[in-house]
């Protein structure tokens, strides 16, 4: 008797007839859902508890400053937004899974050090005393692990910028390979450069994929890879305050300068090696 369009929540509407002991039923088809009454001598009755209902949502509709969104359909917008965020999501894990991938594993090792800590140690560069075939997989785990918001957000950042890029050009397998040869060339040079394991993110390799691109782009350009120059000068500009110790006396915060220098120039070894220049 009633017909209702379906991103209407009829939550209310049906309480209020359970409440008032009215037989009823919900009908949804593709295009609208529909009230049935059982009683017509209630078919009055149900009219004008539905204007009432409804009244309210209408007025916010017209003037949402002065009476606010309803509750319901704020209920429903919100879970539409949701499905359509799981829906992009799902698209950049097709499109750059392996980006994507090492997104979520930096998320969870800055999860790990800021819910148990006590396991981040697991997860370091080993010493030259550990070093054996069964602690291997330890030599590239640093990467993902990161040390508070600001550290895992500029390192995912620019791993988006830089990767998702690549990934594009070069392939989901090429990436893999260059973050993982650039990750364990950061490791090993933070490691001799500090002499402690006590290091993590994945900043070596943003600066690996940095060089990669900058010296690939001089040696066979590709225009999906062009950047704008100033953001390698703003990158180069944090290495040097990095390695100069400048950084350190701004902010007081530990810079793995290893990494980013150890990455940056493994790198550029592989932009060299596979991509060779034009002959002339």
């Known amino acids: 008797m009633a017909q209702f369009s379906l991103d209407w929540n009829p939550e209310k509407l049906l309480a209020e007839l359970q409440r008032r002991g009215i037989n009823h039923r919900i009908v949804r088809d593709e295009q609208r859902q529909s009230l049935w009454i059982e009683q017509p001598e209630h078919i ?5 508890l539905v204007r009432k209902v409804q009244e309210p949502e209408r007025r916010a509709a017209q003037d949402p400053w002065r009476y606010g969104s309803a509750t319901p359909l704020r209920r429903q917008s919100h879970n539409v937004d949701i499905k359509k965020l799981a829906s992009q999501a799902g698209n950049l894990f ?4 392996v980006v994507m991938w090492a997104i979520t594993f930096s998320l969870a090792g800055a999860l790990l050090d800021a819910r148990f800590d006590h396991l981040v140690s697991f997860f370091y560069f080993p010493t030259t005393e550990e070093w054996s075939l069964s602690t291997i997989w330890r030599w590239l785990t640093p990467i993902f692990l990161h040390f508070g918001i600001s550290h895992v957000v500029f390192n995912c950042l620019w791993l988006w910028v830089f990767g998702s890029r690549l990934e594009h050009v070069l ?4 990436l893999l390979l260059l973050i993982t040869l650039t990750g364990l060339g950061g490791n090993i040079a933070q490691y001799l450069w500090s002499q402690s394991v006590s290091f993590g993110g994945m900043s070596g390799v943003v600066f690996g994929l940095m060089g990669y691109l900058c010296v690939r782009q ?3 350009p590709h225009p999906l890879l062009n950047l704008p120059p100033m953001l390698y000068g703003i990158m180069f500009i944090f290495l040097v305050l990095g390695i100069t110790g400048t950084l350190w006396q701004l902010f007081g915060s530990a810079i793995a300068n290893g990494a980013h220098l150890g990455g940056l120039l493994t790198g550029m070894a592989l932009a060299l ?3 060779p220049a034009p002959k002339r």
């Open 44 to 48: 009055v009755e149900v009219d004008q």
């Open 94 to 97: 097709r499109q750059f899974p």
């Open 171 to 174: 392939g989901s397998a090429k």
């Open 218 to 220: 001089k040696l066979k």
């Open 273 to 275: 090696m596979s991509s």
